[in-house]
Every structure is written in C-alpha cells, then in structure tokens.
C-alpha cells in the first residue's frame, strides 16, 4: 500500500503539502477531491478526513493525518532530505517562527478577506464541518493584514534568499503558496517589492514550485 494524497488543485492548502512531497521526492497516489461540489463534505471523504478539509495524507498502515503541520512533520522525519523543518535548534526555532507568522499574519488574512466577503462562500466562512456566517468587518481587516504583511517580509528579504535560516523551508513553501493565492482578493506585491520579487522569481525555478 502507497501514501495517498488527497489533493485538490484548484486550492492553496493542499499546494502546500504537495510541494514538500515534490522537493523531497515522495513516492505517492493523489485522489483528488472536488471542494467546488462539496465532496469533502460527504459521506465517502468524512470517514477519511472527518474535519472535511484538504489535504489529507494516508499512511501505509491506514493512519491518516489531516492537516498540513502533521504532514510536514511527518514528512521530514520520514524523509528528511532535503530538510525543510530546519537541522538545528535554532533553525527549526526560526523556521517554526516564521512558519506561524506567515499563517497568521498573511495566510489568515487572505483566507478572512475571501471567506466573508465572496457569496459563493456564504455560511462558510470557516473552512471545516460547521457552517459560519460571514462577517465583513473580517474581510476588510484581512485586506489590511495582506498589505501590513507586505511590508514585513519586503524588510525581512532584504539581502536574504530565503524567509528563515538561509535555506529553503516550509516557511517559503506557505508564504509562496498564500502569495499566489492572493490574487483572489486582488491583492499582490506592487513595484515597490523588489525583495519579494526577487525572491518570488527565485522559488519559480524550482520545479516543485510549479505544481
């Protein structure tokens, strides 16, 4: 039996792990699942995933973890090369730090902006089993912390090649991925961005960040 992917092109959150399985070279099965039908909300996929979301990574001995902390974890203990938790203490410390910033600061943001404000998404401006309606003060608020979050990794890449510890790291993969995913609520870097194009252009080279 093969890892399987659950995967769902068309959404960031699965582009994430699908990146880390592709730098470091993971043998595995995808199953993709249509979130624009709703099939994460049935039946068939809640036994698999009972938080309803994507990804999902299936283990060969039928564990399955299902979010994105516990697939790169797993992942790097797994397959630990190339390293992109950090080698360490303080890598895997800086690493972690950035990791949550980029979640919180930006990744949150965009997800506030697009869950309360896109009627497609209406009583769903959580992602998960439970339904929420939308509130659009979050909306505005999260357009506000995409551009506040601009300006701090702007600085932070300032004769830097990546976000944290001098080596590629989870912490690019998600800040690359929600930066893409931006688009959505019409928000990217402007002109005045010179270090996060520079190091934006740098991560498209990398095959795995084509996927």
């Known amino acids: 039996m093969s890892l399987k992917f659950y995967d769902f ?27 624009r039908t ?3 909300m049935g039946e068939a996929y809640r036994a698999t995933n ?6 999902a990574l299936k283990l060969e001995d039928g564990t399955v973890l299902t979010d994105n902390a516990g ?17 360490t203490a303080l890598e895997k410390a800086e690493i972690a730090s950035w990791q949550f910033r980029v979640e919180t600061e930006f990744g949150m943001g965009v997800a506030s902006a697009l869950r309360n404000s896109n009627p497609a ?3 769903r401006a959580l992602p ?3 339904n929420f309606e939308q509130i659009p003060a979050l909306a505005e608020r999260g357009l506000q912390q995409v551009d506040n979050f601009f300006a701090t990794l702007e600085t932070r890449l300032g004769g830097r090649n990546f976000i944290a510890a001098d080596r590629l790291s989870v912490a690019d993969v ?22 996060i194009s520079r190091w934006r252009d740098s991560l498209r ?3 795995a960040f084509r996927l």
């Not at 959150?13 to 595995?28: D, G, M």
């Not at 009972?50 to 990804?55: A, D, E, K, R």
């Open 121 to 123: 998404m209406k009583n």
């Open 50 to 55: 009972p938080n309803c979301t994507v990804p």
């Open 205 to 207: 080279q990398r095959p």
């Open 174 to 195: 998600t800040c690359f991925v929600f930066m893409d995913f931006a688009k959505v609520v019409r928000k990217q870097p402007g002109d005045e961005h010179v270090n």
């Open 71 to 87: 697939i790169a974890i797993w992942l790097e203990e797994t397959y630990p090369e190339p390293p992109l938790l950090g080698t």
């Open 9 to 35: 092109k068309m959404a960031p959150s699965p582009r994430r792990a699908r990146i880390i399985l592709a730098e470091k070279h993971v043998p595995h099965e995808v199953v993709e699942i249509d979130l």
């Open 128 to 130: 998960g089993p439970h």
């Open 38 to 40: 709703g099939e994460q």
